[in-house]
């Protein structure tokens, strides 16, 4: 068995103290971290594909599809266990990305790209005109419960922010042993130089096909924590702005850290909301400069500040 490395020993410390702080503050804040560890969640697949040479503005259709299974299970099948709701939109999620990798992994850069969004944009214009779900306005969640806690009569709010921590604690562990694997390298190397992996004797599309799937069952992940959240789902979650702003988030944190995307989106979330309230006409406007200062500045993403402390300490 591996020894757990420093990373993970600074993520578990994270996660803890996270956790811990989570019950001194505001409810407003608490349901903001739990959007935040969802959204970062969604990027951690963007940057997973970013790291083999891929750009998706699609990853909304999987963020859909675990924020409607949650939604479908609880509403048709009964379920309210939010650990099976969850299994059951990363099963369905998983399914459908199995059969999109075998197009969209054959393409490389724009091309992937818009496949990607047409997809997405697709199950958006289904849900759109199914009347049975709600169409433009969606439709509520049921009352999940998880092991002996049921969301009608506890806390729900700081119950959402402790599963979402656990579960962004366990994936975010998992992609830094991935990240350091023959497949995590590879897709590295595809980016650099996919003609070089292929003389190795290293197949890049299965290797793509391998990352696209996984950064899918991520992405469901995090839509489906959406879901439980904020007791609600509609269709705009697969819009092509929703997956705009997952790219957006990635490029803000980097791919240099498996925390990076969570950081970059808890960055995120709190600049909207504070520019929404204070500039409700122009906040747009504040998340492009941003975005563009961060560019300018910070083109490795925020976590280029802390690799670049390291460099000057050591």
Same mark, same amino acid.
């Given at each position: 068995?591996?020894?757990? @490395?420093?990373?993970? %020993?600074?993520?578990? &410390? !994270?996660?803890?103290? =996270? +956790? #811990? /702080?989570?019950?001194?503050?505001?409810?407003?804040?608490?349901?903001?971290?739990?959007?935040?560890?969802?959204?970062?969640?969604?990027?951690?697949?963007?940057?997973?594909?970013?790291?083999?040479?891929?750009?998706?503005?699609?990853?909304?259709?999987?963020?859909?599809?675990?924020?409607?299974?949650?939604?479908?299970?609880?509403?048709?099948?009964?379920?309210? @266990?939010?650990?099976? %709701?969850?299994?059951? &939109? !990363?099963?369905?999620? =998983? +399914? #459908? /990305?199995?059969?999109?990798?075998?197009?969209?992994?054959?393409?490389?850069?724009?091309?992937?790209?818009?496949?990607?969004?047409?997809?997405?944009?697709?199950?958006?214009?289904?849900?759109?005109?199914?009347?049975?779900?709600?169409?433009?306005?969606?439709?509520?969640?049921?009352?999940?419960?998880?092991?002996?806690?049921?969301?009608?009569?506890?806390?729900?709010?700081?119950?959402? %922010?402790?599963?979402?921590?656990?579960?962004?604690?366990?994936?975010?562990?998992?992609?830094?042993?991935?990240?350091?694997?023959?497949?995590?390298?590879?897709?590295?190397?595809?980016?650099?130089?996919?003609?070089?992996?292929?003389?190795?004797?290293?197949?890049?599309?299965?290797?793509?096909?391998?990352?696209?799937?996984?950064?899918?069952?991520?992405?469901?992940?995090?839509?489906?924590?959406?879901?439980?959240?904020?007791?609600?789902?509609?269709?705009?979650?697969?819009?092509?702005?929703?997956?705009?702003?997952?790219?957006?988030?990635?490029?803000?944190?980097?791919?240099?850290?498996?925390?990076?995307?969570?950081?970059?989106?808890?960055?995120?979330?709190?600049?909207?909301?504070?520019?929404?309230?204070?500039?409700?006409?122009?906040?747009?406007?504040?998340?492009?400069?941003?975005?563009?200062?961060?560019?300018?500045?910070?083109?490795?993403?925020?976590?280029?500040?802390?690799?670049?402390?390291?460099?000057?300490?050591?």
């Amino acid at each position: 068995m591996m020894k757990a @490395d420093r990373t993970e %020993l600074s993520l578990i &410390g !994270v996660a803890i103290a =996270v +956790a #811990i /702080a989570a019950q001194f503050s505001p409810n407003w804040l608490v349901f903001t971290l739990t959007l935040a560890i969802s959204t970062g969640l969604v990027v951690m697949g963007v940057v997973m594909l970013m790291r083999a040479g891929l750009v998706s503005f699609g990853q909304g259709l999987f963020y859909c599809l675990g924020g409607y299974a949650v939604g479908l299970g609880g509403r048709f099948l009964g379920i309210t @266990d939010a650990l099976v %709701l969850i299994g059951l &939109g !990363v099963v369905a999620t =998983v +399914a #459908i /990305a199995m059969i999109l990798g075998l197009l969209v992994t054959r393409y490389r850069e724009i091309f992937f790209a818009m496949l990607s969004l047409a997809f997405s944009m697709i199950l958006y214009g289904i849900l759109v005109k199914s009347h049975g779900l709600g169409s433009t306005d969606g439709f509520g969640v049921v009352d999940w419960t998880l092991l002996w806690f049921d969301s009608k009569t506890g806390d729900s709010a700081n119950m959402a %922010l402790m599963l979402a921590i656990a579960l962004a604690l366990l994936i975010a562990l998992f992609l830094n042993r991935y990240f350091k694997s023959s497949i995590g390298l590879a897709c590295e190397a595809i980016r650099e130089n996919e003609v070089r992996v292929e003389y190795m004797g290293i197949s890049r599309q299965q290797t793509l096909y391998i990352n696209y799937v996984i950064a899918a069952a991520i992405g469901s992940v995090g839509g489906s924590m959406t879901a439980l959240a904020a007791g609600h789902v509609d269709p705009t979650m697969a819009y092509w702005t929703i997956s705009g702003e997952f790219v957006f988030i990635a490029i803000l944190g980097g791919t240099g850290h498996v925390a990076a995307p969570f950081i970059a989106a808890l960055i995120f979330t709190l600049v909207r909301t504070y520019a929404i309230e204070l500039a409700p006409n122009a906040w747009q406007m504040i998340l492009g400069i941003v975005l563009l200062l961060i560019i300018l500045f910070l083109p490795k993403g925020i976590w280029s500040l802390f690799t670049r402390k390291k460099g000057a300490a050591s």
